[in-house]
C-alpha cells in the first residue's frame, strides 16, 4: 500500500482533457508545496513533468498542470495526445522521518 | 549533460546482500545543491524511494527499509553505491538512481537507465 492514493486507472480522448489525484495526507502533501509528478511508458524510464506542485521543467508542454489543496494534489493533461498513453506517478516530501513518499501509480488510457 | 549509470550484478541470492554502484558524470557529485538517491520498482509494480545520500555521506533511508539498506558516496570517482542486505524474493526490481534537491523541492530531475537485480537461487 502507497503512502499517497491514486486512482488506479483514467481514460479520455484525444484533445479531452484529464484529471488524476493524488491524496496524501497533512504530514505530506498537505504541509510541503514540493509535490512531483512523473511520467512512464511501459519499458521506459520515469520523467519529470512537474515538481514544486505546478512548475513545470524545460521542455514539458504547457499541456500538463499541476495543483493542490489541502491534502491532495492533482495533475491535469489538456489536449490529450496519443503519447500522453503512460503511467503517472506522484511524489512528496514527507518530513525528516519519512522524507519521501510515491503514489501508487495511475494508468492512463488516451481512447 | 548529467548522465546517471548504475551498474551491479542482475542476479542475487536470497539473504545475501544485493550491490550496486552509480556513477555520475557529466557534473561532480560533490554539489551542495544535489542529493543523490536509489528508488526502486519490481515488476509491474510502482516506484519506492530506497533512500538518499549527500556528498558530504549524510544519508536518508526509508523508514520501512531502512535495517536492510546502507546508501555510500565515492566523491573521488563521483559513484553512490546501494547496499540491500538479506534479500527475498520481494527485492525482485529495477533500480533506478536519481538526483533531487533539497527536500525534493525540484523532483527527481536526472535518473538513470534502471538496472534489473533479480533475486533467485
Known amino acids: ?111 | 549533460q548529467l548522465q546517471l549509470q548504475e551498474s551491479g550484478p542482475g542476479l542475487v541470492k536470497p539473504s545475501e546482500t544485493l550491490s550496486l554502484t552509480c556513477t555520475v558524470s557529466g557534473a561532480s557529485i560533490s554539489t551542495s545543491a544535489y542529493y543523490w538517491a536509489w528508488i526502486r520498482q519490481p515488476p509491474g509494480r510502482g516506484l519506492e524511494w530506497i533512500g538518499t545520500v549527500y556528498y558530504n555521506g549524510d544519508t536518508y533511508y526509508n523508514p520501512s527499509l531502512n535495517s536492510r539498506v546502507t546508501i555510500s558516496v565515492d566523491t573521488s570517482r563521483d559513484q553512490f553505491s546501494l547496499r540491500l542486505s538479506s534479500v527475498t524474493a520481494a527485492d525482485t526490481a529495477v533500480f533506478y538512481c536519481a538526483r533531487h534537491g533539497t527536500m525534493i523541492r525540484g523532483g527527481f530531475d536526472s535518473w538513470g537507465q534502471g538496472s534489473l537485480a533479480t533475486v533467485s537461487s
Not at chain 1, 494534489?73 to 514527507?94: H, N, P, R, V, W
Open chain 1, 1 to 111: 500500500q502507497s503512502a499517497l492514493t491514486q486512482p488506479r486507472s483514467v481514460s479520455g480522448s484525444p484533445g479531452q482533457s484529464v484529471t488524476i489525484s493524488c491524496t496524501g495526507t497533512r504530514s505530506d502533501v498537505g504541509t510541503y508545496n514540493f509535490v512531483s509528478w512523473y511520467q512512464q511508458h511501459p519499458g521506459k524510464v520515469p520523467k519529470l513533468m512537474i515538481y514544486a506542485v505546478s512548475e513545470r521543467p524545460s521542455g514539458v508542454p504547457d499541456r500538463f498542470s499541476g495543483s493542490k489543496s489541502g491534502n491532495t494534489a492533482s495533475l491535469t493533461i489538456s489536449g490529450l495526445q496519443a503519447d500522453d498513453e503512460a503511467d503517472y506517478y506522484c511524489c512528496s516530501y514527507a518530513g525528516s522521518y519519512t522524507h519521501v513518499v510515491f503514489g501508487g501509480g495511475t494508468r492512463l488510457t488516451v481512447l
